[in-house]
C-alpha cells in the first residue's frame, strides 16, 4: 500500500478544502493508505502519537505572531503572514524533533555499547534520518533568511528540490523501520532503554512517532503552498515562482509514492521467486 498524508497541520492548513487541488494532487493523497494503521494496530510498542501539550504548534505560532506584530508597526496580519509563519515555525518543530531523534537516541544508542541490538537493526530503525537532519537544518535557515516573503519562501524549495530525493530513500525504508522497532520492543531490555529514554527526555510522545515525521512533512509542503497561492494575487510578480514551488513538492510526494510502490512490487516478486524454489 502506498502513503498517505497522514494528519495535516493544525491551523492555516485546517481550512484547506478537498477540492482545493487539482484532480491529480486530490489522487495523490486519497491513493496513499495512512502510515499511522501499523503503529496504532499494536499497542504495546506504545507507539500511538498522543497529544502533548508542551510540543502543539499553537504556542510556538503565538509567540511568533507576537514577534511579527512588534517587528512591524501597523500591526496587521494578513491571512498570507500567517501561512509563511505556518511554514517557517512548523518546519522549527519539526528540525528540532529531527534533532531529538539523531543527538537523543541514535546517537545515545551508538555511545551504549552494552544494549543488545544489531548494527543493521539500527540501520533498518533510522534509515538515512541524518542526512535528512542536515538537510532540513540547512532549510530551515534559507527559510529564516526569507523576511516573511512568500516568494522567497517558495524560491527555498525551487532552488532544493534536487535534495528533497533524500526522502525517497527514509519513505521506502519506513515499513523496515516499524519492523525493526516492533522486535525491539519484544526484547525486554531494549524495551526498558526506550521507556526509560523516553521519560529522561520528558517526551509524551514515544520514538515512533518521531520516525513517522519525515513521511508526514514531505507530504505536506505542497499543501503549504498551495495556501501561499490561494491568497496570492495571480497577477503580482513572484506568482509563477510559487507556482513551481507547488509542482515541485507535489512531485516529489508523487516521485517518494511511486518510488515505494515499486520497492515493494520487487519485494513480493522476491518473496514469490523464493517460495517458488522452495517447492
Known amino acids: ?10 491551523s492555516v492548513v485546517s481550512t484547506i478544502s478537498s477540492g482545493s487541488g487539482s ?10 493508505p495512512s502510515t499511522g494503521v501499523p503503529i496504532e494496530d499494536n499497542a504495546d510498542l506504545e507507539l500511538t502519537p498522543a497529544a502533548d501539550p508542551d510540543e502543539t504548534q499553537g504556542t510556538s505560532l503565538a509567540q511568533a505572531t507576537t514577534l511579527f506584530l512588534q517587528q512591524n508597526s501597523s500591526n496587521t496580519l494578513t491571512y ?3 501561512v509563511v509563519m505556518e511554514i517557517i515555525e512548523t518546519e522549527r518543530m519539526y528540525v528540532r524533533d529531527l534533532r531529538s531523534i ?6 545515545h544508542i551508538i555511545d551504549s555499547g552494552d544494549l543488545p541490538i544489531k548494527p543493521e537493526q539500527v ?6 534520518i541524518e542526512d535528512i537532519y542536515e538537510f532540513n537544518s540547512e532549510l530551515l535557515q534559507s527559510l529564516d533568511m526569507c523576511d516573511n516573503d512568500p516568494v522567497a519562501i517558495a524560491r527555498c524549495f525551487v532552488i532544493k528540490r534536487e ?11 519506513y515499513p523496515n523501520s516499524v519492523a525493526a522497532l516492533t522486535d525491539c520492543m519484544r526484547n525486554k531490555t531494549l524495551a526498558k532503554f526506550f521507556r526509560e529514554r523516553q521519560a529522561a527526555l520528558k517526551r509524551s510522545l514515544p520514538l515512533g512517532s518521531y520516525l513517522l ?3 508526514q512533512r514531505i507530504l505536506k509542503y505542497h499543501l503549504l503552498l498551495q495556501e501561499i497561492a490561494k491568497h496570492f494575487d495571480p497577477e503580482e510578480e513572484g506568482y509563477e515562482v510559487v507556482e513551481e514551488a507547488i509542482y515541485t513538492m507535489t512531485g516529489v510526494a508523487w516521485y517518494i509514492n511511486d518510488m515505494k510502490r515499486k520497492h515493494e512490487h520487487a519485494v513480493r516478486l522476491q518473496v514469490s521467486c523464493d517460495t517458488t524454489k522452495g517447492m
Open 1 to 10: 500500500s502506498d502513503f498517505t498524508e497522514v494528519q495535516r497541520p493544525i
Open 213 to 215: 515525521k519525515p513521511v
Open 123 to 128: 540501520c533498518a530503525l533510522f534509515g538515512n
Open 23 to 32: 484532480s491529480r494532487e486530490d489522487v495523490l493523497l486519497s491513493e496513499i
Open 163 to 173: 535534495y528533497f530525493d533524500i526522502y525517497s530513500q527514509y519513505c521506502t525504508n
Open 80 to 82: 498570507l503572514d500567517r
Open 102 to 107: 539523531v543527538e537523543d537516541y541514535l546517537a
